[in-house]
């Protein structure tokens, strides 16, 4: 089947199967929102125990390379996406013979490594950070990388969260720092002046139609997101419109179809800088479930399904936080101690107004582990903030 086929008609809400590749909290919360709409979900995920697993209609638990699993979700579905941006490439083009797949293999395979992404930002002309590619010992020996320095080493491919990222400072480091992370092919960064981080998450039809959502202000700690707020306190409006269009460019230079987040650092000069981007739905969207009349999941349902795009529109103003496994195990026990998991004081956290609680479902909290998210919503921003820090004091997270 041709791709012009396979997308010419929708499939209409409560019309068949649509498939997932991944089993996560992105994939769980996908299933929810296709599910609100009368489809059925089948998951493939490895897992026997996932978050998306345990709520879709069925589980097919294989590898996302078996061949037999693959056609049997591919029969079993009008049309798949993935919430996991490693899976491999070619399981995406095996499917996409036989069915209406979103994202497309190949701009999924352009972000699973941060070399032919920052090639992709440079071809759609979005400002990135100065790099080189170190993909062997000679490469990491050069003198050419001093004006890099300090940069940050990044594992080209698995990276998440913080890991496979080590600061070098001095061109005598790089070797050993290149060697701690494997010998593996790498990118060397700038570590530019960070004023703040930002992200953008545009969701482009077969059509060529964009959509978004409301610009992203993101706090990180220790690598891991941690905190989202929406509308952006710090972000000119200028720098958010700028933000928008380069992301609706980079979707389109991909000739994407379905949900992008791209990250972006604001520097200290206030210039716009792309870090990386995700074809899927991002941990920094999850606010617009509760807080947009559109959520980015619904965005990937429409644009999985070939259903009208509508513009999301922010309702309230929102202040997510994430919930990591570390909220399980209170400040007082030493991190080397085994110690058994407190369940935190989620009835305080629901006292208060414009709470919504999303759990994923994981048995075992685990440090660093994302367990769920908390959302407050509010009339204004003022107000969002102020309940989420009393949110976050009830939790024992910082403030922000
Ligand atoms: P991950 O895949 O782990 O999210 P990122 O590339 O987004 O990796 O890096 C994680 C965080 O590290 C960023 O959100 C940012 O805070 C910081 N960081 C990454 N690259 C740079 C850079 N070039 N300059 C300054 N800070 C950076
Ligand atoms: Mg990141």
Redesign the pocket.
Known sequence: MSAADLSASAVLPGQGALGVLGGGQLGRMFVHAAQTHGYRVVVLEPDAASPAGAAADAHLRAPYADAKALAELAAACVAITTEFENVPADALRTLATQRRVSPPADAVQVCQHRAREKAAFAAADVPC?PHAVIDSAEAAVSAALAPLLPG?L?TASL?????G?VTVMSLADLPAAWRALGGVPCVL????P?QL?ISVIVARGADGQVVHLPVQQNL?RG?ILAVTQVPAPEVPAATAEQAVALAGRLAQALDYVGVLCV?F?VLQDGRLVA??MAPRPHNSGHYSIDACDVSQFDLQLRTLAGLPLVAPRLHSAAVMLNLLGDLWFPAAAAASEPVTPVTPDWAGVLALPGAHLHLYGKHEARRGRKMGHLTITAPDAAAARATALRAAAVLGLPAF
Request: glycine share 14%.
């Open positions: 950070a940050i990044k990276g998440y969260d913080g890991k990222q960064e700038q570590r530019l960070l981080e990180h690598g990250e650092f870090n990386e």
